[in-house]
């Protein structure tokens, strides 16, 4: 009879716990995230059979130039949006000020970005013919991702997770029409005008269905609440940016030391399923990431959340990479074509570095935002970065694409381990003087 009760007990916790996940959008953030993983990842899959090794070659290289510059987006000022409305959650005023501020600084800023877009695709001698065509078409693109990532920062520090999570997908399931009918018609230069359209109408829905004003005439900011914008945004930016950018340099040095188009598009499409993987970590942290800002003085209560996220996280992604490195040549062959048969090797190793980037690296660094070690993560992101070049050069020139794979890992596995120690020993040390 005891062990009836306990068992009931125990079932009733778990429902609980579920249909508070359910009321806080949980399960709109983590599955629209699936969802819209799905619908990119058909994308890039239905591209690569479209065109032409060759031509997917072209469009890769220029896409990756054009990621690297899109990096400093804003000067990362949609991060600091995130982080400094979900401390006030409910402020409407201080949150209107904060986007209004942040909105004119980064236009401002991604005017330099357009111009060197232009610049770069224009007089740089790219060494794949064809690219500087494609980043002159992609100048202005910039500023509507601007647009979009700052009214999903909106909806996520004001906790409106189910319109974050349908603006989303609805951005997704445009990018896929409009870029397969682009791709077909008019080749990689296709491709360029699904984005365009994908987030015209997204920040058009933003604007009038789910009324985001970003720009108002309240009152500004404070200078001490300028400055402190201006620091989260520059340090998220920089922690933001080594997550992307590690594939991105894998890909950009490829192009100097062997510039090949068959070579970018085989790595290009060893990193497709990896690359895609980090929105399992990365739907979490949209959800968890405003209750951890929130109770950023608590360290006994963010240590043992943490610990819970990293548990059950490790064990999700645990499970999917074993299978994917077990199937390696099936997807391979299924998805991709025989033609891509080469890369099952650096797809497996991909797929492990994203075991410790997913479980550890991601989170950690993200929740170190939260707790305003803005600093450390500078001084990471930065140090990492140095080690990702280097590596980069040395381990392509050794390994060709292989060593691209090893560098990214190399730079993965460290970054893991000081994030994550330093976050561990913040929680303890804020919740030993609470």
């Not at 209560?301 to 990479?321: F, S």
């Not at 170190?368 to 930065?382: D, G, P």
């Not at 390994?399 to 596995?413: D, I, N, R, S």
Request: charged share 15%; with cysteine; proline share 3%.
């Amino acid at each position: 009879m005891r062990g009836f009760f306990a068992k009931n007990m125990k079932m009733s916790k778990i429902n609980t716990t579920i249909s508070r996940f359910a009321k806080t959008g949980f399960f709109h953030i983590f599955g629209g995230s699936v969802v819209n993983r799905i619908i990119t990842f058909l994308s890039s899959v239905i591209i690569v059979r479209i065109l032409s090794k060759e031509e997917y070659g072209i469009f890769t290289h220029a896409w990756n130039i054009y990621s690297i510059i899109i990096l400093l987006n804003g000067l990362g000022v949609a991060s600091a949006v995130l982080q400094m409305c979900s401390e006030k959650t409910g402020d409407e005023d201080y949150a209107r000020r904060v986007c209004s501020y942040a909105t004119r600084f980064g236009l401002t800023f991604d005017l330099l970005i357009a111009i060197a877009l232009l610049i770069t695709g224009t007089f740089v001698p790219l060494k794949i013919q064809g690219a500087g065509e494609l980043l002159r078409l992609l100048c202005v693109l910039p500023v509507l991702r601007l647009l979009f990532d700052l009214i999903s920062s909106y909806l996520r520090s004001q906790k409106r997770n189910q319109d974050f999570a349908k603006l989303n997908m609805i951005d997704s399931v445009v990018v896929l029409g409009i870029s397969i009918v682009g791709a077909i018609l008019f080749r990689e230069k296709g491709m360029i005008l699904g984005y365009y359209v994908a987030y015209l109408v997204t920040v058009i829905l933003g604007f009038k269905w789910l009324k985001v004003r970003l720009l108002h005439k309240d009152a500004p900011l404070s200078r001490p609440e300028r400055k402190a914008l201006r620091n989260i945004a520059f340090v998220s930016m920089c922690n933001t940016g080594l997550s992307q950018l590690l594939y991105l340099l894998d890909i950009f040095v490829l192009g100097i030391v062997d510039p090949e188009e068959t070579i970018l598009a085989s790595y290009r499409v060893a990193t497709i399923i990896p690359s895609a993987l980090p929105f399992i970590p990365t739907a979490l942290v949209t959800y968890i990431y405003p209750y951890f800002a929130q109770h950023q003085n608590d360290g006994a209560w963010c240590l043992k959340r943490y610990k819970q996220t990293v548990l059950g996280l490790g064990a999700l992604n645990l499970l999917v990479c074993g299978t994917l490195i077990g199937f390696a040549p099936w997807i391979i062959r299924l998805i991709f074509g025989a033609a891509y048969m080469d890369v099952v090797p650096i797809f497996r190793l991909l797929t492990a570095n994203f075991f410790i980037s997913g479980t550890f690296r991601i989170l950690s660094g993200n929740l170190l935002v939260t707790q305003r070690k803005l600093k450390f993560n500078l001084v990471v992101a930065i140090f990492s970065g140095l080690v990702n070049v280097v590596a980069d050069f040395l381990f392509i020139r050794w390994w060709g694409p292989m060593g691209a794979a090893l560098a990214t890992v190399t730079v993965v596995l460290l970054t893991s381990i000081l994030n994550t120690v330093y976050l561990i020993y913040t929680f303890k040390r804020k919740a030993k003087t609470a």
